[in-house]
């Protein structure tokens, strides 16, 4: 198994552009999750989902989107890119089911907003 | 979720156990403690959890205390790639429904040569 995967690893945005953090596991897990960690801070929840065509927001969701119309994904879109969306965002994944359970993070993906 | 409060840093000799120690005094009878630790640049990764007995597996001992509201993650013989920021989490273990999981600064961990 691959885990849970991130494309791109680094991106660099002028402000006002869009772009979509990919995110995909191969756990065949329900529940994924989108956070963002900012120099210092611990992980912040953006959005999560518990399932395939369900999603929910978490505590910072404004100035993103997220639907997952896959089990296997769940793309993360920058809307209109500001300097305060510069961070590190992390997807997470883990079964509904059988718990208590771990979460599976990504590698993370360091986004620069110019 | 109970609220955790953990010590910002803390220093180790390599070689030497690391005690990592993680208060929770509001802790609820269904819920599990976990920790994760978090390398420089890296997604956290999950170490243990437990929910009162103690547990052991291949990275790391979990203690905690017979009120549940404390505990301590112990690395036996910490290494230089052991360097990195730990989180002590608390939460259900039941499966029903999504469990919004907080994450706080947790304690950075250095271990010296």
């Known amino acids: 198994n691959a885990g849970v995967t991130q494309t791109p690893k680094f991106q660099v945005l002028k402000t006002g552009q869009s772009m979509t953090l990919q995110c995909a596991q191969d756990m065949n897990h329900e529940y994924m999750s989108w956070y963002r960690q900012d120099p210092g801070m611990g992980l912040r929840l953006i959005h999560y989902?518990?399932?395939?065509?369900?999603?929910d927001q978490g505590e910072v969701p404004n100035g993103y989107n997220v639907s997952r119309s896959t089990t296997e994904d769940f793309p993360l879109r920058l809307l209109s890119a500001a300097p305060s969306q510069t961070s590190v965002y992390f997807c997470?994944?883990?079964?509904?089911?059988?718990?208590?359970?771990?979460?599976?993070f990504g590698p993370g993906t360091r986004l620069t907003v110019t | 979720d109970a609220k955790t409060t953990q010590p910002p840093s803390m220093d180790c000799a390599e070689g030497r156990a690391a005690n990592l120690p993680c208060n929770h005094s509001?802790?609820?009878?269904?819920?599990?403690v976990y920790w994760y630790r978090q390398i420089h640049s890296q997604g956290p990764q999950y170490i243990i959890h437990g929910l009162k007995n103690n547990e052991t597996n291949e990275m790391a001992s979990l203690i905690i205390t017979e009120d549940r509201k404390s505990s301590t993650l112990i690395l036996p013989h910490a290494t230089l790639r052991d360097t990195a920021v730990y989180y002590c989490i608390v939460r259900a273990g039941h499966s029903g429904g999504y469990q919004k999981v907080t994450f706080g600064t947790g304690t950075k961990l250095q271990v010296i040569p």
């Open positions: 989902s518990v399932g395939a065509g369900i999603t």
């Open positions: 509001t802790i609820s009878g269904n819920e599990y």
């Open positions: 997470a994944s883990r079964p509904a089911t059988g718990g208590p359970y771990e979460q599976y």
